[in-house]
């Protein structure tokens, strides 16, 4: 055997870059992620500024404490309502002989396109009585349990429903089953619902206004406009980034009790349990729900355009602002897609600790109420980025640090439809790194990619709260244009804004209703 | 001289230490198997010959090229070797054309990428694409694609775990037959001793991330360097004996050994289920059994037997043409003995 000597062509960089912990996509996605991330440390420093006399002084203030009794009881409420609810139609259209299945799934998931502040928009414009707590409770859960019903429905379809079966065997009956398997078996997913729920109700604000309620968020917002108290306005947003962060803990420490296997699917869905004499309560309480929460916009919507514009203002033009609103849209898209490639290559390639906490960290800003991401970039901007306050790359950057954890959840979705081992594959043929990503890689994640731009497109174009804080003076967006009518009671005016963007929020949530369900069918019949 | 030469290699995944000195030379143009149960670390031995995983000291080198030494790694695409993997990871939106086209130069790809599906039998099915195949047919592109280059070396991670037993058989035989045809070195990595036992010329058993044996399929077959490896590749009977020189004095009186084993000592031998042979009449050199249970499978008989004499383990295991009925039977040993320690380090 011949003693085998030093292969050529291992220059030193090489060498280091081939040995070291770093593949030279990490630098990339750490500075991304960086990026993402650090304007929120601007909201502590900013509060940190106010001093500790301010800090008292508005801290102690007794308007904190009914902001936090009204965000909590509202939080609480809604949640409770939206979990019930959503339970109950996951339940109902995934494990039951319910007539029409997929159509109520469907249904049921729609309200998510309709955006809180259209939704308290058709309420209040409708019935000028629907205010307040009652009123937002109402209004909120209507919005927001698709958000508990999609996960569990996504769980109760993966899992075969032997559980159940094992079950019934052993002489419970179909309450008891409910009740001790099903309930359990769904609990991470209503847990994780539930926690999106109250995110959400911490963030609002289009809704609260328009109910005249008044929650952290609302008051963030009117004291940073009117009072532009920059300092007061990052205080409220720490204590609600606390609220946030504690929210969060609280379910990272209640997921760690109830665990739950992933059962191995079969491949065979469960046979649905007969509902009988509960069929038409089913039914009916099924259409109540769409129809409070589907059927009153549209109702509104219809009733509006129809009425025609019952304004004073001069009109705008719809069309106009639709063509604003794409292109910050698609800038906001592209950036953040962009953005989102090579934080989720990072994590697909490497399951290391280093490559999951940096993903991790790109999702923290899902954690964070939109009014405090928003917030962050003005402070930002204002002592950092002078030049840009209140130009539209502002506006474009707080799009893409708000929905980044949109485009890299989709991104991630797509990479996953890459079978492991390709990219290995590819390089054993001799093909280098890039040219594998640009042969391979690319090509099988591309309609993936044009999925997650799309989704933030058209998430972004019908945002409120951060555009109103980031937009450029005189330029109008859909959703602020709207905003402008509806807060001069021209409801008649802002009825095409607010058609638009609910049209315009359907696919994405169609998008998201696929994704979550997977697109295999569930048989319509028993056995 | 070309062959891959691997001399105490040691890699880990983040720090738990994963391969501990691996030593294994196959020479040029062998079928090599490292047979091993699975989280003995042979994937990752094949990974960082691929160049997929960082070696973290030793030496790995193909002919006269070092691939890996721990400080400087060639990188995967430079190493000239070709890599399939246990579900063939075909490009799934490439046809299969393409797929085995992929690593050769645009010129070359529509003549050889003939020639390969031609060579694997897939001969007309260059433009479907993967999801239009069978298992068996993907494993095959699969292989068509990584011998497309001329590898100087071709790397098998259970590349037939995923499929049918029948057709396991049968593609395993067509795989080493294409691999013999081309005269490629391939080394492939599987926990069936079946696979490795039919597949390969040479076998490397791997223990707790070590080889502990290398050798001829027949040889290791015969003469395991421990229990844990003489057990690992088969049923076996390890019978207690006083071991001296070439000869063991067992129950079944004075054995021949395979190799001269020194000095006096008290140790277990290896014989192998088809080396008890069965019969009606005592003997010289007969141990009296009663016939436990006898299954059919097929090819022969299975029988368990439990001697009647001391100094025997409880149950002994023999393979017969015909099929015996419960009762008693007298049993006698054929060929050599071998003899087995215990193993010295962990199983896993």
């Known amino acids: 055997m011949t003693t085998p000597h030093r292969a050529e062509g291992l220059s030193p960089l090489r060498r280091w870059r081939a040995n070291g912990p770093l593949s030279p996509l990490a630098p990339v996605a750490f500075a991304v992620v960086a990026l993402v991330v650090s304007p929120l440390a601007f909201v502590a420093v900013q509060a940190a500024q106010a001093g500790w006399d301010q800090a008292q002084r508005l801290l102690g203030r007794p308007v904190l404490a009914t902001l936090i009794t009204n965000t909590v009881t509202l939080a609480a409420a809604v949640t409770f309502a939206t979990a019930v609810i959503g339970f109950g139609a996951a ?47 109402l209004v909120m859960t209507c919005s927001l349990y698709p958000l508990v019903m999609l996960p569990v429905a996504a769980t109760l379809r993966r899992t075969d429903g032997a559980a159940e079966e094992v079950s019934r065997s052993l002489g419970r009956g179909p309450w008891a089953t409910l009740w001790r398997v099903t309930v359990p078996l769904a609990r991470p997913a209503l847990a994780g619902g539930a926690l999106l729920v109250s995110l959400y109700l911490l963030g609002e604000y289009g809704a609260f206004a328009m109910l005249r309620y008044t929650t952290f968020a609302t008051a963030i917002f009117t004291e940073y406009k009117l009072g532009f108290d920059a300092a007061s306005a990052s205080l409220l947003t720490s204590v609600l980034v606390a609220l946030a962060l504690l929210l969060v803990g609280l379910d990272a420490w209640a997921g760690r009790r109830g665990r739950t296997t992933r059962a191995g ?15 038409l309560p089913s039914l009916a309480a099924l259409a109540a729900v769409v129809a409070l929460s589907l059927g009153v916009p ?48 990072y994590g697909w390639r490497r399951g290391t600790w280093l490559a999951r906490s940096a993903e991790r960290a790109a999702y923290l800003t899902r954690a964070l109420p939109g009014i405090a ?33 949109l485009a890299l959840t989709a991104v991630r979705a797509a990479l996953a439809q890459v079978p492991p081992g390709v990219e290995e594959v590819a390089r054993s043929l001799g093909t280098r790194p890039l040219a594998v990503l640009a042969r391979v890689t690319l090509p099988l994640v591309l309609p993936g990619l044009g999925a997650a731009a799309a989704m933030v497109a058209l998430t972004a174009s019908t945002e409120l709260t951060a555009t109103l804080l980031l937009r450029p003076t005189g330029t109008q967006t859909l959703a602020t244009q709207f905003w402008v009518y509806t807060s001069g009671l021209a409801y008649g005016a802002a009825a095409p804004y607010a058609a638009l963007m609910v049209l315009m929020s359907v696919p994405p949530v169609l998008l998201l209703t696929r994704r979550a369900l997977g697109s295999h069918p569930t048989p319509e019949t028993p056995r | ?37 699975s989280g003995c670390g042979k994937s990752t031995l094949l990974r960082v010959v691929a160049g997929f995983h960082p070696a973290r000291r030793g030496h790995v080198a193909l002919g006269d090229t070092v691939l890996d030494d721990g400080r400087g790694r060639l990188p995967a695409e430079r190493r000239r070797i070709g890599y399939v993997p246990q579900d063939g990871a075909l490009f799934p939106h490439l046809t299969v054309a393409a797929n085995i086209g992929f690593g050769l130069p645009r010129a070359l790809r529509r003549d050889r990428s003939d020639e ?3 060579l694997v039998g897939l001969s007309g099915l260059g433009r479907r694409h993967p999801h239009q195949l069978s298992g068996g047919q993907q494993q095959r592109v699969a292989l068509a694609r990584a011998l497309a280059p001329r590898p100087e070396l071709l790397l098998l991670d259970e590349p037939f775990a995923a499929l049918d037993a029948a057709l396991r058989t049968d593609l395993r035989a067509e795989v080493a037959a294409t691999l013999r045809a081309a005269g490629t070195t391939a080394v492939l990595v599987t926990h069936d001793q079946d696979e490795a036992l039919s597949f390969a010329d040479t076998i490397a058993v791997m223990r707790a991330g070590r080889i502990v044996q290398q050798a001829a399929p027949q040889d290791l077959y015969r ?38 084993a020194g000095a006096a000592r008290r140790g277990p031998v290896l014989l192998r289920p088809r080396q008890l042979r069965l019969s009606v009449t005592p003997g010289p050199g007969k141990v009296r059994t ?59």
Not at chain 2, 13 to 33: S, W
Not at chain 2, 233 to 258: H, M, S, Y
Not at chain 2, 325 to 337: F, I, M, N, R, T
Request: hydrophobic share 45%.
């Open chain 1, 298 to 345: 549209l109702y509104a919507l219809g009733y509006w355009l129809v009425k025609g514009d019952s304004t004073s203002l001069p009109p705008a033009s719809v069309w106009s602002s639709a063509l604003t609103t794409l292109g910050y849209a698609v800038s906001a898209a592209l950036v953040s897609t962009a953005a989102a490639v090579p934080v989720a290559l």
């Open chain 2, 1 to 37: 001289m070309s062959g891959l030469t691997i001399t105490d290699l040691h890699a880990a995944h983040g720090r738990t230490p994963i391969l501990q000195g691996v030593e294994l030379a196959v020479p040029d143009g062998a079928l090599a198997c490292v047979l091993g149960p």
């Open chain 1, 373 to 405: 991401v928003a917030l962050s970039v003005v402070y930002f901007a204002i002592r950092y980025a002078q030049p840009l306050y209140q130009q539209p790359p502002m506006l474009v950057a707080g799009y893409v640090i708000l929905f980044f954890p």
């Open chain 2, 223 to 260: 003469e395991p360097a421990d229990t844990a490896v003489a057990r690992f590749l088969g049923e076996a009977n390890l019978v207690p004996a006083r071991i001296e020189g070439l000869q063991a004095d067992t129950a079944f009186g004075i054995l021949k050994l395979t190799a001269n």
């Open chain 2, 290 to 348: 009663r016939i436990h249970r006898c299954h059919f499978r097929g090819s022969d008989h299975r029988v368990e037997l439990a001697p009647e004499s001391r100094g025997l383990p409880p149950v002994l295991i023999a393979y017969t043409d015909t099929a015996w009925p419960p009762g008693e039977a007298y049993v006698e040993v054929d060929g050599l003995a071998h003899p087995v320690d215990e193993p010295t380090e962990p199983l896993l």
């Open chain 2, 116 to 118: 390969l599906l031609s």
């Open chain 1, 265 to 279: 699917s079969t491949g065979r869905s469960a046979a649905p349990a007969a509902l009988g004499r509960w069929r």
């Open chain 1, 91 to 137: 339940y109902l259209t995934e494990r039951t002989d319910l007539p029409g299945r997929r159509w109520w799934t469907v249904l049921l998931a729609l309200p998510l396109a309709v955006p809180e502040f259209v939704r308290g928009y058709s309420w209040v414009s409708l019935w000028p009585s629907v205010h307040g707590y009652w009123g937002a409770v």
